[in-house]
């Protein structure tokens, strides 16, 4: 019994080990990535009342890299699903709608702001109240992700 027991720890070691070095080379990866390319700043998710099942977050991407970098998906840790969305004015009124990506040019940036191109949460698990922090996770078209934790914020302090 016990020698079955060390035998089978002893196998396990060398496959977690190598685990290991697969994850950090990964994480190696995806930081090298965020140097050479987008970074995110100015995040913050739109507060949302009981009841209440989406909300919107806006931030601003740069992009200090030499080739276009589009967001193409994100995840929020408060929802089910996010989407990227942009107004647009249709027939006198404003209007969302989702977008299949959202492009930061070389050398430049995108803002994701009210009135204008944001994230989409849906499926919100719990009430979001300013001092609350959520957790966003973005996908770019090269396959890095970005991580950014985004304060919530009332509508009414970004207006002033
Ligand atoms: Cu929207």
Redesign the pocket.
Known sequence: MTTKLSTCRRGWVPLALRMVTIISLTGAHELSAQAAGVTVREAWVREAGAGRPTT?AFLVLENKGDAPRALVRGAASVGDTLEL?EMKRDSGMMR?SPVTRIVVPAHGETALRPGGL?L?IFGLKAPLAVGDSVRITLTLDDGSTLQVMAPVRSMRGMMR
Request: hydrophobic fraction near 60%; proline fraction near 0%; avoid cysteine.
């Open positions: 919107a969305h969302m944001h989409m």
